[in-house]
């Protein structure tokens, strides 16, 4: 048609924003029902102020538990949540005193690949709690600028991994540091050049220089 103009599809990309709710943080039944994963344990579910990283702590563990955010593939509430089949399993989550208490189950499901997956299961106190974290996980998950991130924000988001895991004196266990390169000679020398092998570095005097 003459004077008629090509489509024009426009995408709006929008910062990562982090709710309130993901950032504060709470209460969550963890159960898993593979061999020897441990009886439901009470956890403490959080995400950092950047959107990086899911984590939380709780039960026997002491060490913080971190996921990828970019690693998660799917998040599902109500009858679309991975439900329990054991009796027992059944019987703590409360299936047999209360309706509904599929909307307060929350499945996260990550993976390196498309192939892989795994799943993460929690349970909410509330049904509320339930949807906001699914639907503000699987924002931060989906969001088309942080999977097209830059330099300076990947360095940010490995700097936030350390911090996130600090022993119980605020230190950051050097283990940790040589994690996360490949060659970890290289790392050590690069420790000790720094004056940092000292088995822990401090997280106060590390700070994450943006500009």
């Known amino acids: 048609m003459a004077g008629a103009k090509p489509g024009v599809h426009a995408l709006q990309l929008k910062p990562v924003c982090v709710h309130e709710t993901l950032k504060k943080g709470g209460k969550f039944i963890k159960w ?4 020897n994963s441990g009886p439901p ?9 950047d959107g990086f990283f899911l ?16 690693n998660i593939r799917d998040t599902r509430t109500g009858k679309y949540a991975k439900l329990p089949k054991d009796a027992k399993y059944r019987e703590v989550l409360g299936f047999s005193r209360g ?14 690949d498309l192939v892989n997956i795994s799943f993460l299961n929690f349970q909410a106190m509330q049904e509320d709690t339930a949807k906001i974290w699914t639907d503000e996980l699987f924002a931060l998950a989906t969001n088309i600028l942080s999977q097209n991130a830059s330099r300076n924000t990947f360095l940010l988001k490995a700097h936030t991994k350390l911090k996130l895991q600090v022993n119980q004196d605020g230190k950051i266990p050097v283990k940790n540091i040589l994690k996360m390169f490949s060659d970890k000679k290289k790392a050590e020398t ?22």
């Open 32 to 35: 898993d029902e593979e061999p």
């Open 41 to 49: 344990t009470l956890v403490t579910l959080k995400v950092d102020p």
């Open 55 to 70: 984590y939380w702590t709780g039960g026997s563990n002491l060490e913080v538990e971190i996921l990828d955010i970019s």
């Open 99 to 112: 309706p509904n208490v599929e909307g307060k189950m929350l499945t996260v499901v990550h993976s390196t």
């Open 190 to 211: 690069a420790l000790e050049q720094c004056g940092l092998m000292n088995n822990k570095v401090s997280d106060s005097s590390h700070a994450f220089a943006s500009k």
